[in-house]
């Protein structure tokens, strides 16, 4: 079946360090993708999508590349920053009823210090 | 009150209680869904509502009860439940435009469930 794979948290970082998070999906079809965060006691809010090969999606200097040939979606940032600590979540969605069931990977956790 | 809430925040409950979780959506939308999040696991949908019908139940065992009485709320009623059950539910609504279009879905913030 369909399915995510995220790298494993926690992740630690320094403020201004780069960020990656490996993201990698298992789909048939045309899956679009996803990335969630999820800040210390909220919701999951939509950070960026993609949905189809070679799309980059991007939003508070965060970037992902939907890249068909090596099934990723890694998530990126060039300098974070301490708002930036949360649960990060790579989810894939494949059209069909409902707007297509969202299937998300176990979560990576982040965590900036000073 | 804006986008989804849910209500309690924290529930601590004893195997043989009967409690209940509301959710209810702010956004006009027409497709509502309970999700669980467990430490260390990714988030299992549990159901799906669409225009108040239940339209996917993931295999969700019968002391989880789902009820929609309308299109802006949603319920999970919980009785005999398992000390695993211990979780974050989230709720989350989407507006349903048709199986061709990616529907965004927005989430509350969730009620942390402890069972004794």
């Known amino acids: 079946g369909d399915s995510v794979t995220q790298m494993e948290g926690p992740v630690t970082l320094s403020e201004e360090a780069f960020l990656t998070i490996n993201c990698t999906y298992t789909a048939t079809g045309y899956p679009s993708l996803f990335w969630y965060v999820q800040y210390p006691g909220e919701g999951l809010q939509l950070l960026l999508k993609?949905?189809?090969?070679?799309d980059k999606g991007s939003n508070k200097g965060f970037e992902a590349t939907y890249r068909k040939e090596t099934t990723s979606f890694h998530l990126e940032k060039g300098s974070v920053q301490v708002s930036d600590s949360a649960v990060y979540f790579c989810?894939?969605?494949?059209?069909?009823?409902?707007?297509?069931?969202?299937?998300f990977g176990q979560g990576t956790e982040l965590s900036v210090k000073p | 009150e804006t986008g989804v809430t849910q209500t309690p925040r924290h529930l601590v409950m004893g195997m043989t209680n009967k409690k209940s979780l509301k959710c209810e959506q702010h956004l006009g939308h027409n497709a509502m869904y309970w999700y669980k999040q467990s430490a260390k696991k990714p988030l299992e949908l549990m159901f799906v509502?669409?225009?108040?019908?239940?339209?996917e139940n993931n295999s969700v065992p019968s002391r989880f009860s789902p009820e929609c009485p309308n299109s802006s709320h949603l319920f999970l009623h919980l009785h005999t439940l398992q000390p695993e059950d211990s979780a974050l539910y989230l709720c989350?609504?989407?507006?349903?435009?048709?199986?061709?279009?990616?529907?965004?879905?927005?989430f509350g913030p969730g009620t942390r469930l402890t069972v004794l």
């Open positions: 993609a949905t189809k090969a070679d």
């Open positions: 989350a609504s989407s507006q349903d435009k048709g199986a061709a279009v990616y529907n965004e879905q927005f």
């Open positions: 989810a894939l969605s494949k059209q069909g009823n409902q707007g297509g069931k969202l299937i």
């Open positions: 509502y669409n225009f108040k019908e239940q339209t």
